[in-house]
T-cell receptor, first 112, second 114 residues
Framework: DAGITQSPRHKVTETGTPVTLRCHQT?????MYWYRQDPGHGLRLIHY???????DKGEVSDGYSVSRSKTEDFLLTLESATSSQTSVYFC???????????FGSGTRLTVV | KQEVTQIPAALSVPEGENLVLNCSFT??????LQWFRQDPGKGLTSLLL?????REQTSGRLNASLDKSSGRSTLYIAASQPGDSATYLC?????????????FGKGTHLIIQP
Protein backbone atom coordinates (compact mmCIF):
# COMPACT_ATOMS: atom_id res chain seq x y z
CA ASP A 1 0.00 0.00 0.00
CA ALA A 2 1.15 3.48 -0.81
CA GLY A 3 3.19 5.01 2.01
CA ILE A 4 3.29 1.96 4.27
CA THR A 5 5.31 -1.21 3.89
CA GLN A 6 5.68 -4.28 6.05
CA SER A 7 8.58 -6.70 6.15
CA PRO A 8 8.94 -9.56 5.82
CA ARG A 9 5.83 -10.55 3.89
CA HIS A 10 6.09 -14.15 4.96
CA LYS A 11 8.03 -15.84 7.75
CA VAL A 12 8.26 -19.32 9.21
CA THR A 13 9.92 -19.59 12.59
CA GLU A 14 10.36 -22.14 15.34
CA THR A 15 8.66 -22.13 18.71
CA GLY A 16 10.67 -20.27 21.32
CA THR A 17 12.60 -18.02 18.95
CA PRO A 18 12.30 -14.22 18.97
CA VAL A 19 10.81 -12.62 15.87
CA THR A 20 10.67 -8.98 14.82
CA LEU A 21 8.29 -7.56 12.24
CA ARG A 22 8.84 -4.15 10.75
CA CYS A 23 6.43 -1.46 9.63
CA HIS A 24 7.77 1.51 7.69
CA GLN A 25 5.77 4.58 6.65
CA THR A 26 6.61 7.52 4.44
CA UNK A 27 3.54 9.61 5.35
CA UNK A 28 4.97 11.18 8.54
CA UNK A 29 1.81 10.09 10.37
CA UNK A 30 1.74 10.34 14.14
CA UNK A 31 -0.16 7.15 14.94
CA MET A 32 0.90 3.60 14.15
CA TYR A 33 -0.75 0.30 15.05
CA TRP A 34 -0.18 -3.43 15.00
CA TYR A 35 -3.12 -5.79 14.50
CA ARG A 36 -3.41 -9.52 14.12
CA GLN A 37 -6.09 -11.23 12.03
CA ASP A 38 -7.32 -14.71 12.82
CA PRO A 39 -10.28 -16.74 11.54
CA GLY A 40 -13.22 -16.36 13.89
CA HIS A 41 -11.69 -13.42 15.72
CA GLY A 42 -11.30 -10.80 13.05
CA LEU A 43 -8.76 -8.02 13.49
CA ARG A 44 -7.54 -7.33 17.01
CA LEU A 45 -5.25 -4.56 18.22
CA ILE A 46 -1.92 -5.67 19.70
CA HIS A 47 -0.08 -2.41 20.40
CA TYR A 48 -0.14 1.13 19.16
CA UNK A 49 2.06 4.23 19.15
CA UNK A 50 1.06 7.89 19.39
CA UNK A 51 4.55 9.26 18.83
CA UNK A 52 8.24 8.45 18.97
CA UNK A 53 8.89 6.34 22.06
CA UNK A 54 5.20 6.60 23.05
CA UNK A 55 3.44 3.27 22.92
CA ASP A 56 0.56 1.51 24.64
CA LYS A 57 -1.05 -1.90 24.86
CA GLY A 58 -4.03 -3.04 22.89
CA GLU A 59 -6.49 -5.87 23.36
CA VAL A 60 -4.08 -8.79 22.82
CA SER A 61 -0.65 -7.55 23.90
CA ASP A 62 0.59 -10.53 25.94
CA GLY A 63 3.75 -12.01 24.43
CA TYR A 64 4.41 -8.98 22.25
CA SER A 65 6.51 -5.85 22.62
CA VAL A 66 6.94 -2.83 20.36
CA SER A 67 9.38 -0.03 19.79
CA ARG A 68 9.28 3.23 17.91
CA SER A 69 12.58 5.08 17.80
CA LYS A 70 11.75 7.03 14.63
CA THR A 71 8.50 8.43 13.29
CA GLU A 72 8.64 6.20 10.26
CA ASP A 73 9.34 2.82 11.88
CA PHE A 74 7.27 0.71 14.25
CA LEU A 75 8.65 -2.68 15.24
CA LEU A 76 6.69 -5.60 16.67
CA THR A 77 8.66 -8.26 18.56
CA LEU A 78 7.43 -11.67 19.58
CA GLU A 79 9.68 -12.30 22.53
CA SER A 80 9.43 -16.11 22.37
CA ALA A 81 7.20 -17.24 19.53
CA THR A 82 4.42 -19.75 20.24
CA SER A 83 2.10 -21.61 17.87
CA SER A 84 -0.80 -19.44 19.05
CA GLN A 85 0.98 -16.48 17.49
CA THR A 86 0.66 -17.97 14.03
CA SER A 87 -1.38 -15.28 12.32
CA VAL A 88 -1.45 -12.53 9.75
CA TYR A 89 -0.08 -9.29 11.17
CA PHE A 90 -1.13 -5.91 9.83
CA CYS A 91 0.36 -2.53 10.46
CA UNK A 92 -1.79 0.62 10.15
CA UNK A 93 -1.16 4.35 10.23
CA UNK A 94 -3.32 7.38 10.93
CA UNK A 95 -2.48 11.04 10.65
CA UNK A 96 -4.81 12.59 13.19
CA UNK A 97 -7.94 11.97 15.17
CA UNK A 98 -10.25 12.72 12.26
CA UNK A 99 -8.25 10.82 9.67
CA UNK A 100 -8.99 7.38 8.45
CA UNK A 101 -6.61 4.48 8.78
CA UNK A 102 -4.33 3.06 6.09
CA PHE A 103 -3.22 -0.55 6.33
CA GLY A 104 -0.13 -2.34 5.10
CA SER A 105 -0.22 -5.53 3.04
CA GLY A 106 0.40 -7.78 6.03
CA THR A 107 2.95 -10.31 7.24
CA ARG A 108 1.97 -13.95 7.33
CA LEU A 109 3.77 -15.56 10.28
CA THR A 110 3.84 -19.29 10.89
CA VAL A 111 5.28 -20.64 14.13
CA VAL A 112 6.15 -24.35 13.93
CA LYS B 1 -16.18 -2.60 25.69
CA GLN B 2 -17.16 -1.71 22.14
CA GLU B 3 -18.51 -4.60 20.07
CA VAL B 4 -19.10 -4.43 16.34
CA THR B 5 -21.41 -6.88 14.58
CA GLN B 6 -21.80 -7.35 10.85
CA ILE B 7 -24.81 -9.01 9.25
CA PRO B 8 -24.94 -11.10 7.19
CA ALA B 9 -21.70 -13.01 7.68
CA ALA B 10 -21.88 -14.19 4.08
CA LEU B 11 -23.90 -13.20 1.03
CA SER B 12 -24.07 -14.55 -2.51
CA VAL B 13 -26.08 -12.67 -5.14
CA PRO B 14 -26.29 -12.52 -8.95
CA GLU B 15 -24.49 -9.78 -10.79
CA GLY B 16 -26.42 -6.53 -11.19
CA GLU B 17 -28.29 -6.60 -7.90
CA ASN B 18 -28.26 -3.75 -5.43
CA LEU B 19 -27.34 -4.90 -1.94
CA VAL B 20 -26.99 -3.69 1.62
CA LEU B 21 -24.43 -4.74 4.21
CA ASN B 22 -25.17 -4.00 7.83
CA CYS B 23 -22.94 -2.98 10.73
CA SER B 24 -23.99 -2.33 14.32
CA PHE B 25 -21.96 -1.17 17.32
CA THR B 26 -22.78 -1.22 21.02
CA UNK B 27 -21.25 2.08 22.16
CA UNK B 28 -22.57 5.09 20.25
CA UNK B 29 -19.70 7.30 21.48
CA UNK B 30 -17.66 6.81 18.32
CA UNK B 31 -15.39 9.29 16.58
CA UNK B 32 -15.74 7.90 13.09
CA LEU B 33 -16.65 4.75 11.18
CA GLN B 34 -14.71 3.28 8.30
CA TRP B 35 -15.63 0.62 5.75
CA PHE B 36 -12.86 -1.52 4.27
CA ARG B 37 -12.61 -4.16 1.60
CA GLN B 38 -10.30 -7.15 1.88
CA ASP B 39 -9.52 -9.49 -0.99
CA PRO B 40 -8.30 -13.03 -0.16
CA GLY B 41 -4.72 -13.00 1.08
CA LYS B 42 -4.48 -9.25 0.78
CA GLY B 43 -4.50 -6.19 3.02
CA LEU B 44 -7.36 -3.83 3.80
CA THR B 45 -8.43 -1.18 1.32
CA SER B 46 -10.34 1.78 2.70
CA LEU B 47 -13.67 2.38 0.95
CA LEU B 48 -15.42 5.09 2.93
CA LEU B 49 -14.82 7.11 6.10
CA UNK B 50 -17.77 8.69 7.90
CA UNK B 51 -17.09 11.25 10.61
CA UNK B 52 -19.40 11.11 13.62
CA UNK B 53 -20.99 14.43 12.59
CA UNK B 54 -21.85 13.08 9.13
CA ARG B 55 -24.81 10.99 8.06
CA GLU B 56 -23.44 9.45 4.88
CA GLN B 57 -20.61 9.27 2.38
CA THR B 58 -20.62 8.24 -1.26
CA SER B 59 -17.95 6.96 -3.61
CA GLY B 60 -19.00 5.76 -7.03
CA ARG B 61 -21.43 2.86 -6.62
CA LEU B 62 -20.90 2.78 -2.86
CA ASN B 63 -22.91 4.68 -0.27
CA ALA B 64 -22.42 4.36 3.47
CA SER B 65 -24.78 5.76 6.07
CA LEU B 66 -24.30 6.28 9.78
CA ASP B 67 -26.88 6.55 12.55
CA LYS B 68 -24.89 7.08 15.74
CA SER B 69 -27.87 7.19 18.06
CA SER B 70 -29.04 3.73 17.03
CA GLY B 71 -25.51 2.35 16.64
CA ARG B 72 -25.91 1.37 13.00
CA SER B 73 -24.25 1.80 9.65
CA THR B 74 -25.11 0.40 6.25
CA LEU B 75 -23.02 -0.01 3.13
CA TYR B 76 -25.06 0.12 -0.04
CA ILE B 77 -23.55 -1.32 -3.23
CA ALA B 78 -25.38 -0.44 -6.43
CA ALA B 79 -25.37 -2.59 -9.56
CA SER B 80 -23.04 -5.22 -8.12
CA GLN B 81 -20.26 -6.70 -10.28
CA PRO B 82 -18.15 -9.87 -9.94
CA GLY B 83 -15.19 -7.63 -9.08
CA ASP B 84 -17.03 -6.57 -5.92
CA SER B 85 -16.53 -10.06 -4.50
CA ALA B 86 -14.50 -9.65 -1.32
CA THR B 87 -14.87 -9.44 2.45
CA TYR B 88 -16.23 -6.12 3.69
CA LEU B 89 -15.20 -4.92 7.12
CA CYS B 90 -16.73 -2.23 9.29
CA UNK B 91 -14.63 -0.54 11.99
CA UNK B 92 -15.24 2.22 14.54
CA UNK B 93 -12.88 4.46 16.44
CA UNK B 94 -13.57 5.53 19.97
CA UNK B 95 -14.74 8.97 20.88
CA UNK B 96 -11.83 11.31 21.51
CA UNK B 97 -9.87 10.40 18.49
CA UNK B 98 -8.08 7.70 16.62
CA UNK B 99 -5.20 7.35 19.02
CA UNK B 100 -6.28 4.03 20.46
CA UNK B 101 -7.21 2.25 17.27
CA UNK B 102 -10.20 0.74 15.56
CA UNK B 103 -12.63 -1.94 16.70
CA PHE B 104 -13.57 -4.23 13.83
CA GLY B 105 -16.53 -6.39 12.98
CA LYS B 106 -15.82 -9.88 11.65
CA GLY B 107 -16.88 -8.94 8.16
CA THR B 108 -19.36 -9.88 5.47
CA HIS B 109 -18.02 -12.29 2.84
CA LEU B 110 -19.62 -11.22 -0.43
CA ILE B 111 -19.77 -13.29 -3.62
CA ILE B 112 -21.20 -11.77 -6.79
CA GLN B 113 -22.14 -14.49 -9.27
CA PRO B 114 -21.50 -13.68 -12.96
Amino acid sequence: DAGITQSPRHKVTETGTPVTLRCHQTENHRYMYWYRQDPGHGLRLIHYSYGVKDTDKGEVSDGYSVSRSKTEDFLLTLESATSSQTSVYFCAISGAENYGYTFGSGTRLTVV
Amino acid sequence: KQEVTQIPAALSVPEGENLVLNCSFTDSAIYNLQWFRQDPGKGLTSLLLIQSSQREQTSGRLNASLDKSSGRSTLYIAASQPGDSATYLCAVSRSGGGADGLTFGKGTHLIIQP
